[in-house]
């Protein structure tokens, strides 16, 4: 609708997770060091944690693109609690067809696929996004899949996703061999306010715009309002840029921006933004290992 207005090749808020638009904040820098120094020094289990909107799948799929021949992506992405046996779903994400429809039939043939891989000079990767959801029983057949590796050769990585529950999780009891094995994690953060200026406006860029469309006091009011979560801000943004095509305006203020505001508490609509959004999950303590704690 205003892309053209503002001269924009893309929109600069979209809520889709494009690698192409991945801002190197401190947080977002450091959270894609320790993961590729989890994938390159051969870490068998690594963690990303981060709350609901803070960049965690975007930056993902940033990773994954720059992952090189050597390593094999089995990506799931849609978990829930329901699951009664995760290798269905790493079979499928793999591409990998079982002899016949029966539990040692599927496990044999991940193991099979994990050492043939090897054999060829690759390791495989096993990627579970949302990975908070799964219950305990499917954490415990991922480690059980990684007894394929030895002491000396490593087959099998496994990277979990989610939210600040999946640390509260691997406190549980008959988790602990589980969580003993996480030796890198890191727990993704808000923006902080200098981020956030720097966010906007490297948006605003890669869409092809004017960095300056929003005021310095704009995005100040956005970073207050949204606690520095990414899709929140996005959100609040996008909507900010829909209402200046509609006035014909230039430049975003913090005016406008209330009125954004105001009109969506009016609607009831959700979320309403507020600054107990960033507050909204403490991160408890971490697993042990090599990490930024969060």
């Known amino acids: 609708m205003y892309e053209n207005y503002f001269n924009f090749t893309a929109k600069p808020f979209a809520m889709n997770p494009d690698p192409g638009f991945l801002y190197h904040s401190s947080r977002h820098a450091a959270a894609l060091t320790m993961l590729e120094y989890a994938i390159e020094s051969q870490a068998p289990f690594c963690m990303l944690t981060g ?35 995760i290798h269905p779903w790493l079979l499928s994400s793999l591409g990998i067809v079982p002899c016949e429809d029966s539990d040692i039939a599927r496990y044999e043939a991940l193991i099979g696929f994990f050492v043939r891989e090897y054999a060829q000079g690759r390791r495989t990767l096993l990627v579970v996004d949302e990975a908070h959801n799964l219950e305990p029983g499917t954490l415990e057949e991922l480690r059980l899949l990684s007894n394929v590796n030895s002491e000396k050769d490593l087959a099998v990585q496994v990277l979990l996703v989610g939210q600040p529950e999946l640390r509260i999780k691997l406190k549980r009891p008959e988790l602990e061999q589980f969580a003993q094995r996480v030796s890198v994690d890191f727990h993704l953060s808000p923006l902080s306010l200098d981020d956030s200026y720097a966010y906007v406006q490297h948006r605003l860029s890669i869409a092809g715009g004017d960095p300056a469309i929003f005021e ?26 829909v209402y200046a095509f509609a006035e014909q305006r230039r430049v975003v203020k913090v005016k406008m921006l209330k009125e954004v505001l105001k009109d969506r508490r009016e609607r009831g609509a959700i979320p309403l933004f507020g600054r107990r959004t960033a507050a909204r999950h403490r991160v408890p303590a971490t697993v042990s290992g090599p990490s930024e704690r969060g």
Do not use: E, W, Y
């Open 51 to 85: 709350d609901i909107g803070s960049g965690k799948t975007t930056l993902l799929r940033h990773l994954l693109r720059c992952l090189g021949g050597s390593v094999t992506v089995g990506l799931i992405s849609n978990t829930h609690g329901d699951f009664r046996s």
């Open 216 to 241: 310095r006091d704009a995005i100040k009011f956005v970073h207050a309002k949204t606690g520095g979560v990414p899709r929140l801000m996005n959100q609040l943004c996008d909507l900010a840029l």
